[in-house]
């Protein structure tokens, strides 16, 4: 993969990832003050568990968010370093077609994996 290609593939996925930030905390921020403005009533109770269950998921496709761009950051900095392509933990080359597929890919499947085991836990 040529890291100039990369770069130029992670820019485009980062522009998106802001974009993406910016429209949920702009829709966090609304369902706030409808929440606030619900208290004296219960007849809404079912919209207001609609809303909650919507910021739930808006939060937590925000933290996906987040991580997904503190990666890119890191595969823009990797580039920068001259490592793209590398482990960041162990520096065994990570697979061409996976960096195509992932161009934000930091580690080799096998250090994914240990990572992701440990974020389920
Ligand atoms: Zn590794």
Same mark, same amino acid.
């Given at each position: 993969m040529?890291? $100039? +290609?990369a770069?130029r593939? !992670?820019?485009?996925?980062?522009a998106r990832?802001?974009e993406?930030d910016?429209a949920?905390s702009?829709?966090l921020g609304?369902?706030?003050e409808? +929440?606030?403005?619900?208290?004296s009533?219960? $007849?809404?109770?079912?919209?207001?568990?609609?809303v909650?269950?919507?910021r739930?998921?808006?939060l937590? !496709?925000?933290?996906t968010?987040?991580?997904l761009?503190a990666?890119?950051?890191r595969a823009l900095?990797?580039?920068e370093?001259g490592?793209y392509?590398?482990c960041?933990?162990c520096?065994?080359?990570?697979? +061409?077609s996976?960096?195509?597929?992932?161009?934000?890919?930091?580690?080799?499947?096998?250090?994914q994996r240990a990572?992701e085991? $440990?974020e +389920?836990i």
């Open positions: 040529d890291p $100039q +290609e770069k593939q !992670l820019l485009v996925l980062r990832l802001l993406q910016e949920l702009e829709s609304i369902s706030l409808e +929440e606030s403005g619900e208290e009533s219960d $007849q809404h109770s079912a919209d207001v568990a609609a909650t269950l919507t739930e998921m808006d937590s !496709l925000r933290s968010i987040e991580h761009l990666q890119v950051d900095e990797k580039i370093e490592t392509g590398l960041d933990r520096g065994a080359p990570i697979e +061409e996976r960096l195509q597929a992932v161009p934000e890919a930091t580690l080799c499947l096998e250090h990572l085991r $440990q +389920e």
